[in-house]
């Protein structure tokens, strides 16, 4: 045995278990919520892309646009991106302020955490704590989640052992965890804190998630 | 005397959310701790290692308190009768083919939390109860990020 047991600490008596959870309140959660039409553009993308599809083709007649458009079928975030960016160009061509179809704000922002995680992937990766077909599995999951819960927030990540990622919610009563594994099934687990309730299950691909899995998810939705 | 000890994880966390959240990868045995004889999960007491010798040690720079009471005080209400406990371990270093004891400073602090390794006889489920908990005391003794 290379390691030797010198002693053992202290005394092996158990006191009283008491576990002091001091939980820091979410930034996150105190964000004031954007405005309702906003958040919306980015939450419901192709519903919202098949309402603004008409008024375009009415107002402005821009068949190239609406074809763009009608091409996107995928109900994603990268379309969601897309459509934004279009919706920005069209304004603009128009001269009409963009801040007053859609608050840039928010659109930074919803941008933003979304690319964090894509960058904090990439980090992940540069820095050899993940190899990039995890990085691939964990974007694959994140992208399916946020199709189904697109104001879920970014998720709390770090690089576990044997090049393996956890990815995780937790807001201090509810955790739920995805453990990612290159060579075996994507380990989820559930903690309900209050009551020690708990879920797993195994995930061998994204497509379909386990509707248990789904309404554990919607806890964490702002 | 309590003693605390600390486990050294990499500070690349996405964000701090309201829970420990992805702090439980700091708490997996790695295939190699798993293959050992006495496996166990390497942790450094504080009076003993300072956090810029176990930051020298390990390679990684957010460290995670946690009180050996509190580690050994912790009961899954689901299987009351298993314990995590916490030992000293010498570390060694690998020079060549041989293993010999190391002196550096900080060394002697160097213990093990051991019960990390799932007995057949409890489920997964049951077995990441105590890596969530371990994330919590750590989660709650806030995590240092060692510059």
């Not at chain 1, 160009?89 to 840039?104: K, Q, S």
């Not at chain 1, 955490?113 to 992937?121: G, L």
């Not at chain 2, 990684?60 to 298993?82: F, G, Q």
Request: with cysteine; glycine share 4%.
């Amino acid at each position: 045995m290379n390691h030797a047991i010198m002693e053992k600490i202290g005394t092996e008596t158990m006191p009283v278990f008491k576990m002091p959870l001091k939980y820091k309140k979410n930034e996150a959660s105190t964000k004031s919520i954007a405005p309702v039409g906003a958040i919306q553009d980015i939450s419901t993308p192709t519903t919202y892309i098949k309402i603004r599809y008409e008024k375009p083709e009415v107002d402005v007649g821009n068949r190239l646009w609406n074809s763009h458009l009608s091409s996107l079928r995928e109900d994603s975030y990268i379309t969601a991106k897309i459509y934004l960016y279009l919706l920005k160009c069209l304004y603009r061509d128009r001269g009409v302020g963009t801040a007053c179809i859609l608050d840039p704000t928010i659109i930074r922002d919803a941008l933003a955490s979304r690319q964090a995680v894509e960058i904090y992937f990439d980090g992940l990766v540069t820095q050899g704590l993940v190899t990039s077909e995890i990085q691939k599995i964990a974007y694959r999951l994140w992208e399916r989640l946020l199709t189904r819960y697109p104001n879920l927030p970014e998720p709390d990540v770090a690089p576990s052992v044997d090049n393996s990622l956890v990815f995780a919610f937790d807001d201090g009563i509810n955790h739920l965890e995805f453990e990612i594994f290159e060579r075996k099934p994507t380990e989820v687990y559930y903690l309900k804190r209050s009551t020690n309730e708990m879920w797993e299950d195994d995930l061998n691909n994204f497509d379909s998630l386990p509707e248990q899995l789904l309404n554990i998810i919607g806890l964490f939705v702002k | 005397m309590d003693r605390n000890v600390v486990r050294m994880w990499y500070r690349t966390s996405l964000h701090n959310g309201s829970g420990s959240g992805a702090l439980v990868a700091a708490f997996e045995l790695s295939s190699e701790d798993k293959n050992a004889n006495q496996p166990y999960l390497s942790v450094f007491e504080k009076s003993n290692t300072t956090l810029d010798q176990a930051k020298i040690f390990t390679g990684k720079n957010l460290a995670l308190s946690l009180s050996v009471s509190e580690v050994r005080e912790l009961i899954n209400p689901n299987y009351p009768d298993y314990r995590l406990n916490i030992c000293w371990y010498r570390k060694t270093v690998t020079i060549g083919d041989q293993i010999i004891p190391d002196e550096r400073p900080g060394a002697a602090g160097h213990c093990g939390i051991i019960g990390l390794l799932r007995p057949p006889n409890l489920s997964r489920t049951l077995w990441k109860w105590f890596r969530v908990r371990l994330a919590d005391i750590a989660f709650s003794n806030n995590p240092i990020t060692v510059l």
